[in-house]
């Protein structure tokens, strides 16, 4: 059975940075698109970042900039995101999502951006 697990999530000042790491288990096929999603308390859940298998990115306009998405290319089937200039409306659970025929899901990390 496919699984994602996020790690990298916590609590950060505002103007800080955070790393948010996602691996998949079980596996036996690349995956085409891999990405971040967020929600925050009250909101929906919206796309902040997505990176194709062959490299092709696209960014919220909110975290552009700021954000970086990328794939390892030494480990399959592993996404990050580097998060710098946080600031407190990037608050929320962040998702890892992937796609093959499917769309899977992790169980989210929390970020909170807070003095």
């Known amino acids: 059975q496919v699984q994602l697990v996020e790690s990298g999530g916590g609590l950060v000042q505002p103007g800080g940075s955070l790393r948010l790491s996602c691996a998949a288990s079980?596996?036996?096929?690349?995956?085409?698109?891999m990405g971040w999603y967020r929600q925050a308390p009250g909101e929906q859940r919206e796309l902040v970042a997505r990176?194709?298998?062959?490299?092709?990115?696209?960014y919220a306009d909110s975290v552009k900039g700021r954000f970086t998405i990328s794939r390892d290319n030494t480990v399959e089937n592993t996404v990050y995101l580097q998060m710098n200039s946080l600031k407190p409306d990037d608050t929320a659970v962040y998702y890892c999502?992937?796609?093959?025929?499917?769309?899977?899901w992790g169980q989210g990390t929390q970020v909170t951006v807070s003095a």
């Open positions: 079980g596996s036996t096929f690349k995956f085409d698109t």
């Open positions: 990176i194709s298998s062959a490299g092709n990115t696209n």
């Open positions: 999502r992937a796609v093959h025929t499917r769309v899977y």
